[in-house]
């Protein structure tokens, strides 16, 4: 399975952004599609996560009500939708599959076969 993220990545506190991630190759094996981010120094963090076959979506605390993730059936996209942007939402973003996911587990990294090579996401004052 590969992966490959998308999006514009700069905007101003408050501002909005869309990420997309495109993945090919043996999708049953990547049920389960994530987005992870990493700033500078810090540990790669689950942001948001979608497991289709039971339509459930997982968030991060900080994310939620800010964040969707969300899914096209054609060419299996996922997209990640970003509102009220703070610098504190800058970093790597990085997409992630794996065939199964679920509350609990989502946001651990290492569970992860699948990872786009991230795009940056810059949120400046």
């Known amino acids: 399975v590969q992966l490959v993220e998308s999006g514009v990545g700069s905007v101003h506190t408050g501002g909005s952004l869309r990420l997309s991630c495109t993945a090919s190759g043996s999708a049953y094996t990547a049920n389960c599609v994530a987005w992870f981010r990493q700033a500078p120094g810090k540990e790669r963090e689950g942001v948001a996560a979608?497991?289709?076959?039971?339509?459930?979506?997982y968030y991060a605390d900080s994310v939620k009500g800010r964040f969707t993730i969300s899914r096209r059936y054609l060419n299996y996209t996922v997209f990640l939708s970003m509102d009220n942007l703070s610098p504190a939402d800058s970093g790597v973003y990085y997409c992630a599959a794996r065939r199964y996911c679920g509350d609990g587990y989502w946001h651990i990294p290492d569970g992860y076969n699948y990872w786009g090579r991230g795009t940056q996401v810059t949120v400046s004052t």
């Open positions: 979608f497991y289709p076959p039971n339509d459930q979506r």
